[in-house]
């Protein structure tokens, strides 16, 4: 199975269960930017690339607010998620968590992770 078969609704519920199980919070305003960023990662790997020339202007655009907000809600959302979400699953994701002493990965690197895990899994099926 392709990525591109399958429809928006039942991707973002994927997304939806990977991200609670890294534990980012969903009563944060970010976990609704990163959703949207995972979703254009996933479709299009090409868009990590530039995150702050198209990814953040087109969610912010979505969202109706800046694109520094989303980018600020974005890191917001992967700190407390870091700080507070599963290690094991960071380990798995990463390589590395929070108990080695590492700092959080960038936006553009948990985003670029977590849409690429999302494709492998999907082609997996």
Partial sequence: MDIVTINDTELERYITEVMLDIGVPAHLRGYYYLRAAILMTGRDIEVVTSVTKLM?????????????????????????????????????????????????????????RIADKIRLDIKAM
């Fill in 56 to 112: 953040y202007p087109v969610i912010a655009r979505h969202f109706k607010t800046t694109d520094q907000k989303v980018e600020r809600a974005i890191r917001n959302a992967i700190e407390v998620s870091w700080e507070r979400g599963n290690t094991q699953t960071f380990e798995k994701l990463f390589g590395y968590s929070i108990q080695d002493g590492k700092t959080r990965p960038t936006n553009s690197e948990y985003i670029a």
